[in-house]
């Protein structure tokens, strides 16, 4: 059974951090591409960052760009997304999501999603 859990969300003021973190269990992790993406409140589901298989390539929206970082360790099956800087507008249910055969930011691309972790960035 595939299994992607997140965890690491929470309830922060505007400029500080959190670490989300994503295990993975039930699929061959090191071969697919993971990502996170969030969905705030009455918005559609948006990428935030994505990281390749191999050599550790990532992509990011325009907002994570620079404050965001997308890691994984494929010893320990799990992607970290550490957020720095935050801004209210990055309040949303984060999402971890693996895709067997794509790389890239749109929701439609991944194959198994995480339940979500609430990140609430207060002003």
């Known amino acids: 059974e595939v299994q992607l859990v997140e965890s690491g969300g929470g309830l922060v003021q505007a400029g500080e951090s959190l670490r989300l973190s994503c295990a993975a269990s039930?699929?061959?992790?090191?071969?697919?591409?993971m990502g996170w993406l969030r969905q705030a409140p009455g918005k559609e589901r948006e990428g935030v960052a994505c990281?390749?298989?191999?050599?550790?390539?990532?992509f990011y929206a325009y907002f994570a760009e620079g404050r965001f970082t997308i890691s994984r360790d494929n010893a320990k099956n799990t992607v970290t997304l550490q957020m720095n800087n935050l801004k209210p507008d990055d309040t949303a249910i984060y999402y971890c999501?693996?895709?067997?055969?794509?790389?890239?930011?749109?929701?439609?691309?991944?194959?198994?999603w995480g339940q979500g972790t609430q990140v609430t960035v207060s002003s």
């Open positions: 999501a693996a895709s067997e055969f794509n790389y890239g930011l749109g929701p439609g691309l991944y194959d198994h």
């Open positions: 039930g699929f061959p992790f090191d071969n697919y591409f």
């Open positions: 990281i390749n298989t191999g050599d550790g390539d990532t």
